[in-house]
Each structure stands twice: as structure tokens, then as C-alpha cells.
């Protein structure tokens, strides 16, 4: 089983700057994409930024320009570097993994996992 641990958020004022980290643990093999979501109160949860194994970003309109995705694959951690903060981006950030890990029988798993949840607030 692989765990996430996010950490980074908080409360912070318009046009303030926060960064986000999730660090993966447990028997990891390979680590592929690492997705950054929001979720604000009464609407649906959101993609707002992916990095592939490659490097390869790909970021939610509403964020490009002021997000920046980038991982650390010795540390397997993925952290949302976010600018330009905005009432608007108020949400509990969650990051979600894709990868293999070592199964209990010792053999090649699949995994899919989600933080916990860090609360972001932009208010003046």
C-alpha cells in the first residue's frame, strides 16, 4: 500500500503564493503520473494539474499562467507551486498517484492513491 502525505496550505491573502507537497511512501517500484485536484464547497472536485514520468504538465485553463506542477522522483513527491492566488482557487487540494509498488506476495501491483487533503483559503 502507498501513502500520501500533502502538506503546504493554509490561509493566505489575494494575490499571495503558497506551495503544496505530497510525498509517497510504502513499497513503491515506479512512480507515472501525479495529479494535483481541488474540491470547493458545493461543486465538483477538479483537475488542476498533471505531471507526467516524463515531465510532461498539463495544467486546468483557470490556472495556467500563475500554477506551476514539478515532482522530485528521488523523493517521490509532487508539489503545486501556486502564484498569483485568487478567492477563486479557495478549495481543499488533494493529489492523487498512479504508479507500481511491491504487493505483500511480492509481486508487481498497481496502485492508486489520494492524500488526505490540504485546506487553501485566499481571503482578504
Known amino acids: 500500500q502507498v501513502q500520501l502525505v500533502e502538506s503546504g496550505g493554509g490561509l493566505v491573502q489575494p494575490g499571495g503564493s503558497l506551495r503544496l507537497s505530497c510525498a509517497a511512501s510504502g513499497r513503491i517500484f515506479s512512480i507515472n503520473v501525479m495529479d494535483w485536484y481541488r474540491q470547493a464547497p458545493g461543486k465538483q472536485r477538479e483537475l488542476v494539474a498533471t505531471?507526467?514520468?516524463?515531465?510532461?504538465?498539463n495544467y486546468t485553463d483557470s490556472v495556467k499562467g500563475r500554477f506551476t506542477i514539478s515532482r522530485d522522483n528521488a523523493k517521490n513527491t509532487v508539489f503545486l507551486q501556486m502564484n498569483s492566488l485568487k478567492p477563486e482557487d479557495t478549495a481543499l487540494y488533494s493529489c492523487?498517484?498512479?504508479?507500481?509498488?511491491?504487493?505483500?506476495?511480492?509481486?508487481?501491483?498497481?496502485?492508486?492513491?489520494w492524500g488526505q487533503g490540504t485546506q487553501v483559503t485566499v481571503s482578504s
Open positions: 492523487n498517484v498512479k504508479g507500481s509498488h511491491w504487493t505483500s506476495t511480492f509481486r508487481l501491483g498497481e496502485f492508486n492513491s
Open positions: 505531471i507526467t514520468s516524463g515531465g510532461r504538465t
